[in-house]
């Protein structure tokens, strides 16, 4: 059995509205080659810019990652020479990243369900420029630059974690983590998002073997499958006696394996050396504050918190938190309906889900659904005021989202309010025995007190068959309970 060590680094885009280092417009689809400018082209001569919004979002992530921000930082240039850039070097930091010595806690299932409770230490956050996009096609290979110079946040872990699954769930944890932070948006498959994965096995207590990268692996999953993968393959060669070759493979999504794709270079032959363009960056109290304001309370204590304050199940408030416009638009709902929180939640993880994706709603849009907090609100209270039926509260909530109305205005303009007259009741019940005689009839000659059986079951269905008919003739309106209490009186 051998000891396994993953570390990963993880590139992120920030939603920045311009590129890190000049004012072109930094998107994803546009008309290839639309937003570029000399500076993002490499002409000579043309000067960078520090983004300073890149470099907040970047500080934000690192603080929420329990980094400490370095009093200076600054940026260099790593030489390399491809046609992605067309400077042969990309700014970036080397020797005083932005964030350093950080943290995040991963908490969740691994493979058949086994717990995974793990500290991964976070060794950097580090600013930079992404490359242009190379789109090779039969005859040719075509440049777009409409993604050199997009502000990209490095995050680089140490080899702390031992499993695929750790490393998919640092992946899940991390995107969530930036989507509540509102500075990345997450999507891997358009590459906001992507992930280098190292790993290497060793015999226990040797400390870390040979590593090896796999490169741009665009999905959680993929970097579950491409590390376990290379676990069992190194573990194989250690097996037969060979030595694990220090290189860079890729995820070959079709074979399900990994495959060479270079032997690594090291630090050396990028030769760093400091960016003459721009100046050093000091943060200060102004800019320090700000990082601070940006941050809002994460995930992983957020659900905890829900689960606490609402009295919900570790399941309802995982869900609840997923996104934080849903975390949000819930508590607001259940803030102003007191007590009413449990069924909030019911309903959000239900009705709300159905309505939400009937409506094409996605989850983080969830300001532009129709039945605001303040409606779902009040329609809990209605229920949980007995003014409505359950049944008539859930066609209230349909309406309420699809009409863009006012429960309270549904309920008065339906007459759906309950039944609360206990004479109201009764009259139903009165007109409902007069109508079905035979039914009637036939459960007051049943037997008194007979036991479990057939007499019992014929009895139970009886009654169930006049209660639905009390129901019905009050338009649904009337409480079951106080129904069937009724009657059970008049038999
Ligand atoms: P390099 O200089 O090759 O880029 P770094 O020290 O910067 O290497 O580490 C890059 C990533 O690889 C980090 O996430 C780190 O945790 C991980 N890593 C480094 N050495 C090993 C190893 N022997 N086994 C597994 N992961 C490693
Ligand atoms: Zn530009
Ligand atoms: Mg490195």
Redesign the pocket.
């Known amino acids: 059995m051998y000891q396994?060590?993953?570390?990963?680094?993880v590139h992120i885009h920030l939603l920045t509205k311009t590129k890190v280092f000049c004012r072109c417009r930094s998107a994803f689809g546009d008309e290839p080659n639309a937003n570029v400018c000399p500076v993002c082209m490499g002409y000579p001569g043309a000067l960078p810019a520090l983004n300073i919004e890149a470099l907040r979002m970047g500080c934000t992530v690192a603080r929420a990652l329990n980094c400490a921000i370095p009093e200076r930082t600054w940026f260099e240039r790593k030489q390399y020479f491809y046609p992605d850039m067309t400077k042969n070097y990309q700014i970036s930091q080397f020797a005083s990243p932005l964030g350093r010595e950080g943290y995040l806690e991963l908490e969740g299932r691994g493979a058949g369900g086994a717990r995974i409770a793990r500290k991964v230490r976070i060794?950097e956050c580090h600013l930079e420029e992404d490359a242009g996009k190379m789109i090779h096609t039969g005859a040719a290979s075509l440049l777009d630059y409409n993604r050199a110079g997009v502000a990209l946040l490095e995050i680089?872990?140490?080899?702390?974690m031992e499993s695929g699954e750790e490393a998919e769930l640092f992946i899940q944890e991390l995107r969530r983590i930036v989507r509540y932070l509102g500075v990345c948006d997450g999507n891997m498959e358009e590459g906001s998002l992507r992930a280098?994965?190292?790993?290497?096995v060793?015999l226990p207590g040797r400390?870390?073997?040979?590593?090896?990268?796999i490169k741009n692996l665009n999905s959680s999953r993929f970097v579950r499958l491409g590390l376990n993968y290379e676990i069992r393959r190194q573990g194989e060669a250690l097996d037969a006696g060979k030595a694990v070759v220090q290189e860079t493979r890729l995820w070959n999504e079709n074979r399900d394996e990994t495959v060479p794709m270079r032997q690594?270079e090291?630090?050396q032959d990028y030769r760093y050396f400091p960016e003459p363009d721009l100046p050093v960056f000091c943060p200060d109290g102004a800019f320090l504050s700000s990082v601070e304001a940006a941050l809002v309370e994460l995930p992983r204590p957020r659900t905890r918190r829900i689960m606490e304050d609402y009295g919900l199940s570790e399941e309802q408030a995982a869900f609840i938190c997923d996104e934080k416009q849903g975390a949000d638009y819930f508590e607001a709902a259940a803030a102003a309906a007191p007590g009413e929180a449990a069924r909030i939640a019911n309903w959000f993880l239900t009705d709300i889900k159905r309505v939400l994706r009937r409506e094409n709603i996605a989850v983080r849009d969830i300001a532009a659904f129709r039945l605001t907090p303040p409606r779902l609100a009040s329609l809990a209270l209605m229920l949980g005021r007995g003014r409505i039926t359950g049944k008539l509260a859930k066609q209230t909530l349909e309406r309420a989202a699809a009409e863009d109305r006012d429960p309270e205005e549904i309920v008065r303009a339906m007459g759906w309010e309950q039944l609360a007259d206990p004479a109201a009741v009764a009259e139903a019940v009165k007109a409902v025995f007069a109508a079905e005689e035979s039914a009637v009839a036939e459960l007051r000659a049943l037997p008194a007190g007979s036991g479990p059986g057939a007499v019992e079951k014929r009895r139970r269905v009886l009654t169930a068959f006049l209660v639905g008919k009390v129901l019905a003739a009050t338009g649904g309106r009337a409480d079951p309970k106080i129904a069937g209490e009724r009657v059970a009186s008049s038999l």
């Open positions: 396994s060590f993953i570390g990963l680094e060794k680089v872990t140490e080899p702390d280098d994965a190292n790993v290497s060793n400390g870390l073997g040979k590593k090896v990268e690594k090291n630090a």
